[in-house]
Nanobody, 121 residues
Framework: QVHLVESGGGLVQAGGSLRLSCAASGRTFSSSAMGWLRQVPGKEREFVAAMMGGTTHYKESVKGRFTIARDNAKNTVYLQMNSLKPEDTAVYYC????????????????WGQGTLVTVSS
């Protein structure tokens, strides 16, 4: 059974940084796109970042501030978030998909339970 577990969320002041981690078990995702989505309560979930091979793709509003990385040996994907803004506050979900386009369209193979990121102003 595929299992994705996020960690690293928390409360941070605007301008601060957090690094989210996602550990995958039950399956090797080295050939999958791995990524992050987020959801504010009451709003639709949205794509944030994805990575497959050496290719990355980001939501426009996080470009230059967020960086996605993965360690295939550890079956782990990371999201380094810098210069955080209050509008980044959301539950962040790790996800796996067949490719980046599928990730953006939320045609997902697996996703985690989410980790809450709160950015105070």
């Amino acid at each position: 059974q595929v299992h994705l577990v996020e960690s690293g969320g928390g409360l941070v002041q605007a301008g601060g940084s957090l690094r989210l981690s996602c550990a995958a078990s039950g399956r090797t995702f080295s050939s999958s796109a791995m990524g992050w989505l987020r959801q504010v309560p009451g709003k639709e979930r949205e794509f944030v970042a994805a990575m497959m091979g050496g290719t990355t793709h980001y939501k426009e509003s996080v470009k230059g501030r967020f960086t996605i990385a993965r360690d295939n040996a550890k079956n782990t994907v990371y999201l380094q978030m810098n210069s955080l803004k209050p509008e980044d506050t959301a539950v962040y979900y790790c996800a796996a998909a067949a490719n980046i386009a599928s990730m953006i369209l939320e045609n997902l193979d697996a996703w985690g339970q989410g980790t809450l990121v709160t950015v105070s102003s």
